[in-house]
């Protein structure tokens, strides 16, 4: 132990006593000190030393330590002079909190008596650890409480003192307290707890933390205790939504009353405050018609049908209030999918009804397509039929021109109707169509065209004038004034053809009218041309030839050439008894001026002298004999022929023949009066013979002279009237049959020259010659040669 130094005496009275009583009493306590919880024997002191005393005389003197407290804690070794620690000392325990803690004693010496005042200090050691009243501690605090806030804390008690004391408080780490250690004025040292920033019960209703007091030992001793901080729920936490904004995709088509979504709120809050409600928040009208939602469980539901087209998404706003009245706001986007439920629309922003033809690349129609639709199901097509001369030409986005693709033609087809279609992707494939009439107009590029190159009209001759005899019909593939068409007769090639005298014709509808009675024996055809011209501008026009066939009437009786009435005496056929049966005794020649069936002539024998002796062929008008001549038959025989044309009603005319039966022609012929019927038979064999061979030397002398004649005729028509006179009556102008089945054949004509001698009326000749005649390919139309009329010459 060491001496420790002179101080004042705090608590001597004892000592003051003594020294007073006393009367040697050291006047200044010796100080000694020793570590508490030092072990009892332990050595404070050297007394004998520290005093001043001789070695042995503590033991001489009988000294002793007396404590003021009457507890004998130290012990006074006398032999060696030693102060000793009889017990351990507590400092806690004798001084509790006092410091410095002293333990005074005094040292009494006998003879002589003496005192010595003593101090052991007694210094403490950390033995001691804080300790906390209690081993948990419970605070509670609003969770609006602001930061900075100080909470006090229960005090630990250490019951050391000094640098072993309690010297600081500390807590276990985390983000919102710390510790706060202050003094008190008593030396207590108190913890505080400061808050440092807001609390929130929602996101950490309670704090665990672990409150430690420590003291300023080697090394240090600390106590803790338990601080539970439970955070008071205030209303200062609004609804929120778990997911803000929610994105949800609905169908178009869904139903009503289908659920769309559910949204959630959460209120950290408790209780009252933590129970959230639903609605929607500041909806437009278009929503509120669209949509509802459940106030409790917030479901969302359908009220009113989807248009994707009008409206693609939307923004609702949904409000979650909780029971102390705070709201949280979220946001719902819902997009409409489209679903393919519209068709594509087309949209004519020009269109012409009607285009010129021959143009080129015409504008007919400009439009638009659309689809209100989205994705492939937006997305189209647009065609029109292949074989329409058109084409489609895209030009702006979903714009089309619809143009001609060639030229077009009026005549060909006057009116299209154009179907144009629209396709879109979706699934199904839905499709508009529109169509457009398109009317061609017209431009006069066409003349008129006759139904037919050549008219052939027939008239029956004898017409009354004015007679509509046909018509000519023009047709103009052109439209409007283009095809109005007007008939008129053109100029006849034929300069001697009266065209104008013999028809006319209308100008609207293309009738023709004979303008006089025709005369098919006087004119049988002829032909002239007639133009169609239409009112475009320029006019175009047309021709046609018109050929007119003229129809024999049947106004002409049959004319008998052969035998002649012109003579006074009839002429005789000389026919000897010898002759076998079918004996051509003569031959009836007849014509008709008509042609045709009307011109067909047929002969029949309609009086005899003796019927039954002679025949008349029906076709060739030949008379023959019937059977063999005999002498009991009469010499003389009269036979009427009729001849009769095939018209209707028929025409006939009679030839008178006398036949003289005589046995052979060396007998003489005269003509035999009814006064002297013996006479006449007895020369008329000699009269035929002269005849016969008068007939057979003269025949070529006859027919040179015959030969010029004619030719004389043509060269002048006075001339030969002199020699060769036309008989007056209905002798026809040109005698020929046209169809070939009348008396005469197609490859003759007969010319007749009779003697002007009416005693005798004498049948010269008869000779063929060669038509003149130009028969058409119609074998209707008939030309005649002028030279040829009037051909039987009288003398």
């Not at 879109?424 to 398109?438: A, V």
């Not at 293309?510 to 011209?533: C, I, K, M, N, P």
Request: charged share 20%; aromatic share 8%; net charge negative.
């Amino acid at each position: 132990m060491k001496k420790l130094e002179r101080v004042h005496p705090n608590r001597q009275v004892l000592a003051f006593i003594l020294v007073v009583f006393l009367s040697r009493v050291r006047p200044e306590p010796i100080r000694y000190s020793v570590l508490e919880e030092t072990e009892s024997g332990s050595f404070v002191a050297h007394l004998t030393k520290d005093l001043g005393l001789g070695t042995g005389e503590l033991a001489a003197r009988s000294a002793r330590v007396v404590s003021d407290d009457d507890k004998q804690r130290l012990q006074l070794d006398s032999q060696t002079g030693d102060l000793l620690l009889r017990e351990k000392l507590d400092r806690e325990e004798l001084c509790g909190r006092i410091e410095p803690c002293v333990l005074h004693f005094q040292v009494f010496l006998e003879m002589p008596v003496q005192f010595f005042q003593g101090e052991l200090m007694i210094q403490d050691i950390n033995d001691h650890s804080p300790v906390f009243p209690a081993r948990e501690v419970l605070l509670k605090i609003l969770e609006n409480s602001q930061p900075g806030t100080l909470f006090p804390l229960l005090i630990a008690e250490d019951l050391d003192v000094g640098s072993n004391g309690l010297q600081k408080y500390t807590i276990s780490p985390n983000s919102h307290f710390h510790i706060l250690t202050r003094n008190h004025s008593e030396g207590k040292k108190y913890p505080d707890l400061v808050q440092d920033k807001p609390l929130d019960r929602e996101e950490q209703p309670e704090f665990s933390l672990t409150l430690v007091a420590l003291d300023g030992g080697s090394p240090p001793r600390s106590g803790t205790v338990m601080v539970r901080i439970l955070i008071i729920d205030v209303n200062d936490n609004a609804p929120e939504f778990v997911h803000t904004p929610y994105r949800v995709q609905v169908l178009e088509n869904s139903p009503l009353d289908s659920p769309i979504l559910r949204v959630s709120a959460r209120d950290a809050d408790a209780g009252n405050f933590g129970s959230v409600s639903y609605d929607l928040f500041q909806a437009s009208d278009e929503i509120k018609q669209t949509f509802s939602i459940n106030e409790v469980t917030g479901d969302i539901l359908l009220k009113k049908k989807l248009d994707f087209e009008k409206i693609k998404s939307y923004h609702v706003e949904i409000e979650a209030t909780d029971g102390g009245g705070l709201s949280g706001k979220g946001t719902v986007v819902i997009e409409v999918v489209d679903v393919n439920d519209n068709p594509p629309e087309l949209i004519i922003s020009s269109l012409t009804s009607s285009i010129p033809e021959n143009a080129p690349e015409m504008v007919v129609c400009i439009f638009r397509i659309r689809d209100r639709d989205s994705g492939d199901n937006g997305k189209m097509i647009c065609s029109i039929p292949d074989d329409l001369p058109f084409i489609l030409k895209p030009t702006l986005k979903n714009f089309y021109t619809l143009v001609t693709e060639i030229p077009l033609d009026r005549e060909t087809r006057d009116e299209y109707n154009i179907t144009i279609t629209v396709t879109d992707l979706g699934t199904p494939r839905l499709k508009t169509q529109q169509s457009i009439t398109l009317l061609v107009s017209d431009v006069n590029d066409n003349a008129p065209a006759f139904t037919q190159t050549s008219y052939t009209l027939f008239v029956r001759e004898n017409n009354s004038p004015a007679l509509h005899i046909g018509s000519v019909s023009a047709t103009d593939r052109d439209s409007g004034t283009n095809a109005q068409v007007t008939y008129s007769l053109l100029p006849p090639q034929d300069p001697h053809l009266p065209l104008a005298s013999l028809v006319s014709i209308n100008a609207d509808n293309g009738h023709l009218f004979a303008l006089r009675s025709l005369d098919y024996e006087a004119l049988q055809a002829f032909e002239f041309r007639v133009g169609a011209t239409d009112r475009g501008s320029p006019a175009l026009s047309s021709e046609a030839l018109v050929r007119v066939l003229v129809l024999d009437a049947n106004d002409n009786s049959p004319f008998v050439l052969y035998p002649l009435h012109n003579g006074s005496a009839p002429c005789t056929e000389l026919v000897p008894r010898a002759a076998e049966p079918g004996y051509l005794v003569t031959k009836v020649v007849a014509v008709d001026g008509d042609s045709g069936q009307n011109a067909w002539l047929s002969f029949q024998l309609l009086k005899a002298t003796e019927p039954g002796l002679f025949g008349v062929w029906a076709h060739n008008g030949e008379v023959r004999t019937a059977r063999l001549l005999s002498e009991r038959d009469a010499a003389k025989h009269r036979l009427v022929v009729l001849v009769k044309d095939n018209g209707e009603p028929p025409r006939s005319a009679t030839a008178t023949l006398h036949v003289l039966l005589v046995d052979g022609f060396s007998q003489p012929y005269l003509p035999l009066p009814e006064a002297a019927p013996a006479q006449a038979q007895a020369d008329s064999l000699t009269v035929y013979l002269v005849v016969a061979l008068a007939s057979v030397s003269s025949l070529f002398l006859f027919s040179v002279l015959l030969f010029v004649a004619v030719r004389l005729c043509r060269r002048s028509r006075a001339a030969s009237v002199g020699r060769c006179s036309v008989p007056e009556g209905p002798f026809p102008g040109h005698l020929v049959d046209v169809s070939g089945t009348g008396t005469l054949s197609q490859s003759y004509q007969y010319e007749v020259c009779l003697t002007g001698d009416s005693g005798t009326g004498e049948f010269k000749f008869l000779k063929p010659i060669f038509p003149n005649l130009l028969v058409q390919d119609t074998g209707r139309e008939i030309k005649e040669n002028p030279n040829f009329r009037n051909s039987f010459v009288f003398s």
